[in-house]
């Protein structure tokens, strides 16, 4: 099993440039989540997924967008990319409400540099 | 709403037991969790204890828990340089909507 994969592992973009960051899990979860992380701020949820076809805002979702293509793919989206916006961005997949103590499963992680 | 405080920084010499702290606000039922992170890679579980739970031991590795006090504290026994990482304190709160809240990550840094 892979686990959790994502693409791409580093990207540069210009301020205003859109582009899509793919994530896909093999483990059959119902959950999957968006994190970006920054120096001293630690994980910040972005977008969750509890469900296949259900999306909901996490703490930071300004910017933007996502979709759970299927119970598989969960992408995210900045349609007109900004230097704040520079971050590594984890994706994590877990079992979901129900599961015993939902542990959750991350992507080795895109590095993105908004210029 | 949940809150988890951890301090940042953490340096101890190898050989050494390193005891990393975190403060949790959430009351009812609980997991709670250490997440590791090494350098450039994504976070993978280390162990979690529920909040009924007072301690649980996995070979290096002691949690203890202060449900009083709302204290989590992870004791690594013997630290090794390989054991330098980010360690990060989550809790799930399971009568809600099961989203962890992670603290910021405490930096652990072992010298030879």
């Known amino acids: 099993n892979a686990g959790v994969t994502q693409t791409p592992k580093f990207q540069v973009l210009k301020t205003g440039q859109s582009m899509t960051l793919q994530c896909a899990q093999d483990m059959n979860h119902n959950s999957m989540y968006w994190y970006r992380q920054d120096p001293g701020m630690g994980l910040r949820l972005i977008y969750y997924s509890a469900s296949e076809g259900t999306t909901d805002k996490g703490e930071v979702p300004n910017g933007y967008n996502v979709s759970r293509l299927n119970k598989r793919e969960f992408s995210l989206r900045l349609e007109s990319a900004a230097p704040s916006q520079t971050s590594v961005y984890f994706c994590a997949s877990s079992e979901g409400t129900g599961s015993s103590y939902n542990e959750q499963f991350f992507g080795p992680g895109t590095r993105l540099t908004v210029l | 709403g949940e809150d988890v405080e951890q301090s940042l920084f953490l340096s101890v010499r190898e050989g050494d037991s390193s005891v990393i702290n975190c403060t949790y606000t959430?009351?009812?039922?609980?997991?709670l969790y250490w997440y590791k992170q090494e350098p450039g890679a994504g976070l993978q579980l280390l162990t979690y204890i529920f909040s009924n739970m007072d301690m649980k031991q996995d070979q290096r590795l002691t949690v203890l828990l202060n449900k009083k006090d709302k204290h989590l504290s992870l004791r690594i026994a013997d630290t090794q340089t390989g054991d330098s990482a980010i360690y990060f304190c989550a809790e799930i709160d399971v009568g809600g909507s099961y989203i962890p809240t992670f603290g910021r990550g405490t930096s652990l840094i072992v010298h030879p």
């Open positions: 959430d009351s009812s039922s609980t997991y």
